[in-house]
Structure formats: C-alpha cells, structure tokens
T-cell receptor
C-alpha cells in the first residue's frame, strides 16, 4: 500500500532547531513535498525534493533519501509563528498523497 | 494571499439540504482539486479537474457532485450528506495536473452536517 508516517506531535523551544521526519512505504514516486498549515488556515507549500539530498530555503531545509525511504523537514531558529501542522506528501502516478501531519508546538 | 478563494468559509446543513461550495483561482492555473480534511486523518483527494475535464475521482460517494464550468471556477454540490461528511473541504489549483508538487490551497470551507 501507500502510506506516509510522521510523528503526530513535536515540541521545541523558541530559537532552537527541530526536525520532523517522514517515512514512507510507497515506491515509484517523483518527489517529496512539505506543506505548512496554521490553525484555521490553508496548507501552504514549503519545499519539494525531486532528488536525494538537502534543499534549503531560508530557515527551512528539507532532505530526501530514497534508498532509506525517508525524508525530513528541518526548521532552524524557531519562531512562535512556526507553530503549525506540517505535512509531507509524495507525488505518485500524477497523484499527491499526504501524511497525517505533525503538530509542532513551540515553547517560549 | 493564496490566489485561491473559497465560499462560504463555514456551512452548517441538515442531512436533507442541498448546498454548493464554490472555489475560484486567480492564478491562471489549468488544474483544480477538491480535498477533504478530517480530524486526525490525511488530506483525502476527492476530485481532479484539468482544463475543465474531470481526470480523477477517488471513489467519492455520489452525494458529492463536482462541477467545473471553466478553468477558474470549481463547485462541489452537496446533497443528502451524512454527519460523517463533516470536515474541512479544501480547494487547490496547480499549473498542470502533473504539477502535484506545488499546489496552492484555498482557505477551505468548514462543513458541519447535523
């Protein structure tokens, strides 16, 4: 089957670094995406890894390892506004499949 | 500002009602999508339209009926819904239906079925 696994919740401190992992049991996909969703808001696109390795966009970085069926989103210099849910997603057969999301709590 | 708008933002309806959700994208995209987001479940893709033609229907019950009159507008017609259909319904668009790596979402319609 096709599934993506993420931790349901992660807690970190303001100013720190946090990593949100995503493991998957699907093959033949084109890339791994990450989306952010604040409470009551729409998901917004953060990053996309078409190839293995690290992609950096400001404070956010995303990593993909197809051989390990694993990816992660790294958030640095955490700010209170980063409190949100984060979803990984894969493209497969022209479809996008989302994980259940990780709720990130940030403590002052 | 996402460029994708949805109305209404909130909707409460009885099981015998008929209502419609509206989505409009101002991005010049060619593909539009309906998703259902329930608590503690992944986003579920419901329908995909490419250039006004339906290209994907993930076995959605017939009480949900989509309509895409043009590439900028998408509707979801609802009738005889069940309480378990209560969820956040999200519309999204992308340049191409195969550009599933970058989708732009609307704010969603929070639907409650009594």
């Amino acid at each position: 089957g096709q599934s993506l696994e993420q931790p349901s919740e992660v807690t970190a401190v303001e100013g720190a670094i946090v990593q949100i992992n995503c493991t998957y049991q699907t093959s033949g996909f084109y890339g791994l995406s990450w989306y952010q969703q604040h409470d009551g808001g729409a998901p917004t696109f953060l990053s996309y890894n078409a190839l293995d390795g690290l992609e950096e966009t400001g404070r956010f970085s995303s990593f993909l390892s197809r051989s390990d069926s694993y990816g992660y989103l790294l958030l640095q210099e955490l700010q209170m506004k980063d409190s949100a849910s984060y979803f990984c997603a894969v493209n497969r057969d022209d479809k996008i499949i989302f994980g259940k999301g990780t709720r990130l709590h940030i403590l002052p | 500002e996402t460029g994708v708008t949805q109305t209404p933002r909130h909707l409460v309806m009885g099981m015998t009602n008929k209502k419609s959700l509206k989505c409009e994208q101002h991005l010049g995209h060619n593909a539009m999508y309906w998703y259902k987001q329930s608590a503690k479940k992944p986003l579920e893709l419901m329908f995909v339209y490419s250039l006004e033609e339906r290209v994907e229907n993930n076995s959605v019950p017939s009480r949900f009926s989509p309509e895409c009159p043009n590439s900028s507008h998408l509707f979801l017609h609802l009738h005889t819904l069940q309480p378990e259909d209560s969820a956040l319904y999200l519309c999204a668009s992308s340049q191409d239906p195969r550009d599933t790596d970058t989708q732009y979402f609307g704010p969603g319609t929070r639907l409650t079925v009594l």
